[in-house]
C-alpha cells in the first residue's frame, strides 16, 4: 500500500537558517503530494502541496517540488523563522483525492 | 465561512466507560475523515464518509470503534468499553468536491480524549 516517510524530529534551527525536512513517498500510479503543517495549539492546515511530477508548490517562504524520479517532496525554506515552530506532515492522497496517508510529523523548533 | 468543529474539546472517561466524539464539517463538504493522533505519533486513519456512499472503515482499530454520518452533514464517533490505549486526540477532516476531485482536507482542532 501507499505510505509516506519523513524524517525523525526533532529538528532544532536557530533562527534565519536554512531547512530541509526530507519527505519519501511509495504509491501507485501518480499521486498527489501534500504538506500540512500543525503549530501549537491549533489544528492541522495545509501549508502547500503538488498535483504531478516536477510542479513545485510554494507558500509562506516554504517550497517542495515533486520528484517522481526519487519519489521524494523534501520541504525547504531558506530563511526560518521563531513562528515557523510547528509540526511539518508530509502527505499523500490517490488522484482522486482519496486514500489520503500521512508521514509521522517531523517537529521543528527555531530558536531565537 | 465556519471551519470544521468538534466537541467536546476535551474528554476525561474511566476505563469501560463510551465516548462520543462529534464533528461538524464544513458546509457543502461531501468528504469526511476521521484520525488519531497519538502522544508523539503521526495521524493514524479511522474511517472516511463520502458522500452517501457505505464508508471506509478500514482503520478502525477494533469493534468497539464505530462512526456514523447523519444527513451527510454532523458525524459521531462512537468507541464503546474504552481502553487505556484509546488516549489520543482524535482529529476531524473534511473535504470538496471539485471536477472528479477531492480537495485538501480542513481540519477541526481535535478532541482530546484521556482514558483513566
Known amino acids: 500500500g501507499n505510505s509516506v516517510t519523513q524524517m525523525e524530529g526533532p529538528v532544532t534551527l536557530s533562527e534565519e537558517a536554512f531547512l530541509t525536512i526530507n519527505c519519501t513517498y511509495t504509491a501507485t500510479g501518480y499521486p498527489s503530494l501534500f504538506w500540512y503543517v500543525q503549530y501549537p495549539g491549533e489544528g492541522l492546515q495545509l501549508l502547500l502541496k503538488?498535483?504531478?511530477?516536477?510542479d513545485k508548490g510554494s507558500n509562506k517562504g516554504f517550497e517542495a517540488t515533486y520528484r517522481k524520479e526519487t519519489t521524494s517532496f523534501h520541504l525547504e525554506k531558506g530563511s526560518v523563522q521563531v513562528s515557523d515552530s510547528a509540526v511539518y506532515f508530509c502527505a499523500l492522497s490517490d488522484r482522486n483525492g482519496q486514500n489520503f496517508v500521512f508521514g509521522p510529523g517531523t517537529r521543528l523548533s527555531v530558536l531565537p | 465561512g465556519a471551519g470544521v468543529s468538534q466537541s467536546p474539546s476535551n474528554k476525561v472517561t474511566e476505563k469501560g466507560k463510551d465516548v462520543e466524539l462529534r464533528c461538524d464539517p464544513i458546509s457543502g463538504h461531501t468528504a469526511l475523515y476521521w484520525y488519531r493522533q497519538s502522544l508523539g505519533q503521526g495521524l493514524e486513519f479511522l474511517i472516511y464518509?463520502?458522500?452517501?456512499?457505505?464508508?471506509?472503515k478500514s482503520g478502525l482499530p477494533s469493534d468497539r470503534f464505530s462512526a456514523e454520518r447523519t444527513g451527510g452533514s454532523v458525524s459521531t464517533l462512537t468507541i464503546q468499553r474504552t481502553q487505556q490505549e484509546d488516549s489520543a486526540v482524535y482529529l476531524c477532516?473534511?473535504?470538496?468536491?471539485?471536477?472528479?476531485?477531492?480537495?485538501?482536507?480542513?481540519f477541526g482542532p481535535g478532541t482530546r480524549l484521556t482514558v483513566l
Open positions: 477532516a473534511s473535504s470538496s468536491w471539485t471536477s472528479g476531485t477531492y480537495n485538501e482536507q480542513f
Open positions: 503538488a498535483t504531478k511530477a516536477d
Open positions: 464518509f463520502q458522500g452517501n456512499s457505505a464508508p471506509d
